[in-house]
């Protein structure tokens, strides 16, 4: 009998595909039952805040916003009239509820799990595209009240916004806290003085480091976005900023960050990064490099049980006639989470005493193994795995034989 080794996918490996489970603090109540993680309603803000232009940024592109909302007070009308759609599809779901309970007196398993299924996952309120803390107090508290209204009924369970490590106070986190934040996530982009100077952010990794402390000490989750392939981020800076994301809380024991986010850097028209390019200062990853390091990134934090939630810009309207150069692709993702599973699967190979006869991998992972178009049939052959050895696990447990 070949010796064999059972391998659970988690922590080494997410128990979802976008990362290991619910970040910290995700569960909430809501009148919907939350049977999976808050769905994400983004209320765009384009630059509102924004204390100076980023050289590789074009947040009106990035979210789909060229030519539409120019002022937060537009940004909230459009919110106002999803959230008032949402409040009609939970009413909806309670009157048929209601119904089927008088129709059904009796509890039934089935009909419940039926009801949950239908009811819509309650929404997190994301102010995103701009500077949040730098907004006017004014905007700031008209953000505020909109998603403290809709929390009251039931609607909205969860609030983040993002901002940059440079624009955080402990008086100011607090004070967002006690109005109802739950997370901000910072565009931290890299901790590496040298690529922070080289990409103009106005900050050292210090401060960045700082701000992540401070965010978490003020009780909020944190987010933290890190941009592989910024100007003077090579491969081994970013690895290194991944490793500086995921330190430890002050007990040593979890990461003070509860998800990543990787957004390689794109050159988009309209940008000075895009009069860097055009110069020949500045020059973007290869697809290949991004994929390789970013499947790094990937492993490095779902070995600390932090989820990276995105690697990539949003397909948003507009955004492949604004890419110039650069690392996209449509399913960049997938390709980065095969990639890690693969190396996931080889580290474990590497420890059978001979040649593998078998593989077990959970059945969820099905849409991975192989590579985007197959594209890793060959390297897994290359390791002795061939499609007639895989058999799927209903389990969450890799295991190999």
């Not at 965010?215 to 976005?225: D, R």
């Not at 989820?307 to 692709?329: F, I, K, Q």
Request: with cysteine.
């Amino acid at each position: 009998m070949p010796d064999s080794i059972n391998v659970a996918a988690s922590p080494d490996w997410p128990d979802s595909p976008d990362g290991p489970g619910h970040t910290r603090g995700a569960a909430c109540a809501s009148t919907a039952p939350p049977r999976r993680r808050p769905r994400i309603l983004p209320v765009f803000l384009p630059f509102a805040g924004c204390p100076t232009r980023c050289v590789f940024c074009a947040q009106d592109v990035q979210t789909g916003q060229r030519g539409g909302i120019n002022s937060v007070g537009h940004a909230l009308a459009v919110a106002e009239a999803r959230l008032e759609h949402e409040a009609r599809l939970l009413e909806a779901v309670a009157v048929n509820s209601d119904q089927e309970t008088r129709d059904h007196p009796a509890p039934n398993a089935g009909r419940v799990a039926s009801a949950h299924e239908a009811s819509p996952s309650p929404l997190e309120i994301a102010f995103y595209g701009g500077t949040f803390t730098l907004l006017s107090e004014a905007e700031r508290a008209a953000c505020l009240e909109l998603a403290a209204r809709w929390r009251q009924r039931g609607v909205v369970c969860r609030v983040r916004c993002s901002t940059r490590p440079d624009a955080v106070t402990e008086h100011g986190l607090t004070t967002l806290r006690a109005a109802g934040m739950d997370c901000v996530e910072l565009g931290v982009q890299s901790f590496d003085d040298a690529a922070l100077v080289a990409a103009s952010r106005g900050y050292g990794g210090a401060l960045a480091r700082a701000a992540c402390a401070m965010v978490a000490g003020a009780g909020l989750e944190l987010g933290v976005q890190l941009m592989p392939g910024m100007p003077g981020v090579t491969p081994e800076v970013f690895r290194t900023d991944v490793r500086t994301a995921l330190l430890p809380d002050t007990d040593g024991a979890a990461p003070l960050t509860s998800f990543l986010r990787f957004y390689p850097c794109l050159v988009l028209r309209g940008t000075p990064l895009a009069e860097r390019w055009r110069a020949g200062s500045y020059v973007t990853w290869s697809l290949d490099t991004t994929v390789d390091a970013l499947a790094d990134g990937l492993l490095a934090a779902w070995a600390r049980g932090v989820a990276v939630v995105r690697m990539g810009l949003s397909p948003e309207d507009g955004l492949d006639d604004a890419v110039l150069a650069g690392p996209m692709h449509p399913a960049l993702g997938q390709l980065a989470k095969a990639e890690a599973l693969r190396r996931h699967v080889a580290a474990h190979l590497a420890r059978l005493p001979g040649p593998p006869v078998r593989l077990g991998v959970p059945r969820r992972l099905r849409g991975l193994l192989w590579g985007h178009a197959n594209g890793l049939v060959d390297a897994y052959a290359a390791m002795g795995i061939t499609r007639d050895m895989v058999h799927w696990r209903d389990d969450d447990t890799f295991s190999l034989e």
